[in-house]
């Protein structure tokens, strides 16, 4: 098993950016970031693998980065350019199993409490 910490949640105006944290109490080889904004599901905004592979939402392109630390088991996200579309609660997860690191919730057996993040126009 794995607990997951996420931290770095705040309130922003649009345009602003926000750095997001999750320590993992052990290495993994798959780990994320999702989303859920109220009355939606929890959707998937980046991934990265134990080879440092990653993918994103096309809806964060450009403007987001997904980053690891191996030494300290430390997962971020950084976020420039916040849209308003961009609240909602930010959910670290992980897996052990390496098959192909994506974005679809299945994949990931580890979930973290979760970190809000709400960007006002």
């Known amino acids: 098993q794995v607990q997951l910490v996420e931290s770095g949640g705040g309130s922003v105006q649009a345009g602003r950016s926000l750095r997001l944290s999750c320590e993992a109490s052990r290495s993994t080889y798959c780990m994320g970031w999702f989303r859920q904004a109220p009355g939606k599901e929890r959707e998937g905004v980046a991934t990265?693998?134990?080879?440092?592979?990653?993918t994103y939402a096309d809806s964060v392109k450009g403007r987001f980065t997904i980053s690891k630390d191996d030494a300290r088991n430390t997962l971020s996200l950084q976020m420039n350019s916040l849209k308003t579309e961009d609240t909602g609660m930010y959910f670290c997860?992980?897996?052990?199993?390496?098959?192909?690191?994506?974005?679809?919730?299945?994949?990931?057996?580890?979930w973290g409490q979760g970190t809000q993040v709400t960007v006002s126009s």
């Open positions: 997860a992980a897996d052990f199993r390496t098959l192909l690191c994506t974005g679809v919730r299945t994949r990931f057996s580890y």
């Open positions: 990265i693998s134990g080879g440092g592979s990653t």
